[in-house]
C-alpha cells in the first residue's frame, strides 16, 4: 500500500477528516453558489472580469469539492498530498511554475483594475509578498506535509 493512500475498504475515515469533508462541502455549495451570481453579472454587465471571476470560483469549487470526497472517503490521495509529493520530487521547477502562475495572475488582475500609479504598486507589493513568504518558509522549515 503506498504511503498516505488508503482505500475506503480497508480503513476508517477519522472522524475529523468527515467533519472537514463536510466543511468542504459546505464551502462547495458557496462557491458554486458564487460562480452562478457572477455568471448572472457577466450576462448583464457584459464585463469579462466577472467571467474570470465566474470561471475561478467554478475551479476552486471543483477542487474543494475533488478534496471533500477524497478526505471523506479516503480512497483518494488529498490535493496536499498530490502537491507535496509533486513538489519534493523536483522543487525547482515546481517553484518557477509556482512564480510564473502567481505572476500571470497577479498581471490579469492588475491589468483589469487600476491606475497605472496602482497597478505598479500592486505588483511591487505582490512580488515583496512573495518573497517575504518564500522566505519566512525557509528559516521556519515549512515543508508540505
Known amino acids: 500500500m503506498e504511503d498516505g493512500l488508503l482505500l475506503a475498504s480497508t480503513s476508517v475515515v477519522p472522524a475529523g477528516q468527515r467533519i472537514a469533508a463536510a466543511a468542504f462541502g459546505v464551502g462547495v455549495l458557496i ?10 453579472h457577466t450576462w448583464l454587465s457584459r464585463d ?3 467571467a474570470v471571476l465566474a470561471l475561478t470560483s467554478a475551479g476552486f469549487g471543483v477542487a474543494l469539492g475533488y478534496e471533500a470526497g477524497a478526505l471523506w472517503t479516503g480512497a483518494a490521495p488529498t490535493i496536499s498530498l498530490i502537491t ?15 512564480a510564473v502562475i502567481m505572476l500571470l495572475l497577479g498581471s490579469i488582475v492588475v491589468d483589469f483594475r ?12 505582490g ?14 522549515n515549512w515543508l508540505p506535509t
Open 31 to 40: 462557491l458554486l453558489a458564487i460562480a452562478l451570481l457572477l455568471i448572472h
Open 84 to 98: 507535496a509529493r509533486a513538489f519534493e520530487a523536483n522543487r525547482p521547477a515546481w517553484v518557477f511554475i509556482l
Open 127 to 140: 512580488a515583496a509578498a512573495l518573497v517575504l513568504g518564500g522566505f519566512i518558509a525557509y528559516l521556519a
Open 114 to 125: 487600476g491606475s497605472p500609479r496602482v497597478k505598479a504598486q500592486l505588483v511591487g507589493i
Open 48 to 50: 469579462p472580469f466577472y
